[in-house]
């Protein structure tokens, strides 16, 4: 958060919700001074005449470290850092997804695992921009983030709606949204992770980032990038961003879910659904799909199971004060290290997508 905590203790779950409004007001404040610009606007500056964007990050672009491990150094570009409210990479979708004039009946309607960053995210920036939303959670192996999720759904009033599998989700996500019509309210359905071709936008704009920073001689050309390969938009937004700039970085993106959710196929409709936004806006991209190898062999027992390898990469990634979990980040990482410095010829760069700001602090009274 902006505000310096000297905090007291995280509010109840009666005090919850009105110290999140506090806290909420302070962030509205620190986003209306923040820069505004975003690299995307550079290169199509007319995109927000055809989807509707809202600033919700208070931190872009945000900044590249480099690390060393072992023998390897790896640059590390720091989207923990998106957003002092709640970081990582969710937020970049967002700012193209919870924009438009809101109807006072609109909810959003969204879903995902029941430790889901995305309807984290989506909970907390709707409630910024006073949206409700209702969730859709399907049953993930045991995780701490499930019981910050569940305070934060809790403070925000978003109410859950369980479901035992990921591939029941889908259909019980149109359930819902079916409810909510009959309610007299207007669902707007946020599909998974965020990732249509108006979220993936976010992620062109953070390629473009990395671009500039190449452009202005602060970091080299990374050869790869890895990142966590969830609901793919994430991949396939730096790819289309990597593709304007010109550079010839490829994405490994690092399987933490089933194959069904981010195959070929999904990758290839993500493309060219950002594509034809590009387009729109005046920026003709070709398909940059043939930038991604997707990197099998990390997942495991399956979403959200730990693996030995992802539980070391999470270890050092705490060492270096990177922040990291099993589902995602330790999967993705653990792959990044595998490689960097011997399959690979140049920089190496990891795609840190967890937020570096507990959302617990959201819900805490500063003092
Ligand atoms: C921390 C984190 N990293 C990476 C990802 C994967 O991003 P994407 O769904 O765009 O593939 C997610 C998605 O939920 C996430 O929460």
């Known amino acids: 958060m902006v505000a310096t905590a000297t905090t007291a203790a ?11 409004q506090t806290n909420l007001r302070s962030y509205r404040r620190a986003l209306a001074d923040a820069p505004s610009d975003r690299a995307i606007l550079r290169v199509a500056p007319t995109l927000p005449d055809i989807v509707d964007y809202r600033r919700l990050a208070d931190s872009l672009p945000t900044p590249v470290s480099e690390v060393e491990i072992g023998d390897s150094r790896i640059l590390v570009k720091r989207d923990d850092l998106t957003s002092s409210l709640y970081g990582g990479n969710k937020v970049r979708k967002l ?32 409630r910024l921009l006073d949206l409700d939303t209702e969730a859709v959670l399907f049953t993930q192996p045991p995780n701490p983030g499930i019981e910050v999720l569940a305070r934060v759904l809790d403070a925000t009033r978003t109410p859950a709606h369980e ?4 591939f029941l989700y889908p259909a019980k996500l149109l359930e819902v949204a ?32 990395i671009a500039e920073a190449v452009d202005r001689g602060e970091i080299e050309e990374p050869a ?19 593709e304007i700039a010109g550079l010839s970085t490829r994405i490994a993106g690092v399987r933490v879910t089933d194959a069904i959710v981010n195959g070929p196929p999904v990758l290839h409709a993500m493309d060219g659904a950002c594509r034809g936004l590009l387009r729109i806006a ?10 991604i190898e997707i990197v099998d062999g990390y997942l495991g027992d399956g979403y959200g199971h730990p693996t030995l390898e992802g539980s070391a990469a999470v270890e050092i990634a705490g060492r270096l004060g990177l922040p990291a979990e099993q589902t995602y980040t330790g999967k993705a ?3 990044a290290l ?29 003092s």
């Open 163 to 166: 479901t035992s599998s990921m």
């Open 10 to 20: 995280v509010a109840g779950s009666d005090g919850a919700t009105e110290v999140l």
């Open 338 to 366: 595998d490689r960097a410095g011997h399959e690979i010829e140049g920089p190496v760069m990891f795609l840190e997508t967890l937020s570096k700001a507990d959302p617990l602090d959201a819900l805490t009274a500063r």
């Open 95 to 126: 700012e193209w997804l919870l924009a438009g004039p809101a109807a006072a009946s609109e909810i959003l309607v969204t879903g995902g695992g029941t430790a889901s960053h995305h309807v984290l995210a989506t909970a907390l920036f709707g």
């Open 333 to 335: 990482l653990a792959a």
């Open 282 to 291: 005046g920026c003709r991209v070709p398909s940059a799909v043939w930038r």
């Open 224 to 242: 790869v990038v890895f990142c966590a390969l969830g609901s793919a938009g994430t991949a396939v937004g730096l790819a289309i961003g990597f």
């Open 178 to 209: 079916a409810r909510v019509l009959a309610r007299g309210r207007r669902p707007r359905i946020l599909y998974p992770g965020g990732s249509t071709g108006a979220g993936t936008l976010g992620y062109v704009d953070c390629a473009l980032e």
